[in-house]
């Protein structure tokens, strides 16, 4: 099996920041992207942030300059910091992740709860 938990959600003053991080554990041979979704109330989710294994990033063009992605793979950990927040960035974050089991296996997306960070103005 494999679980992606995050933390780091909670509410929070429009103009601050806040951390979240997702940490994967299970079955892992391999990670080759993991990534930040949040979906607001009545809207569909959407990406707002991916990291390759190789350290490249991806951003929602709303969310340029303000949050950073980053990853540790020795601890099987991303990060998201997101800076200058704002009320409209008011969503449950998800973490997914892109990985393989085993050498043998073809990856598989994985995604966790979710952490809901409220942003007030």
């Known amino acids: 099996q494999v679980q992606l938990v995050e933390s780091g959600g909670g509410l929070v003053q429009a103009g601050e920041s806040r951390r979240l991080s997702c940490v994967a554990s299970?079955?892992?041979?391999?990670?080759?992207?993991m990534a930040w979704y949040r979906q607001a109330l009545g809207k569909e989710r959407e990406l707002v942030a991916h990291?390759?294994?190789?350290?490249?990033?991806k951003y929602l063009e709303s969310v340029k300059g303000r949050f950073t992605i980053s990853s540790d793979n020795d601890k099987r950990t991303a990060y998201l910091q997101m800076d200058s927040l704002e009320p409209e960035d008011t969503a449950v974050y998800y973490c997914s992740a892109h990985i393989a089991k085993s050498a043998l296996r073809r990856p598989d997306d994985y995604w966790g709860q979710g952490t809901q960070v409220t942003v007030s103005s």
């Open positions: 990291i390759t294994s190789g350290g490249s990033t």
């Open positions: 299970g079955t892992i041979y391999n990670i080759y992207l």
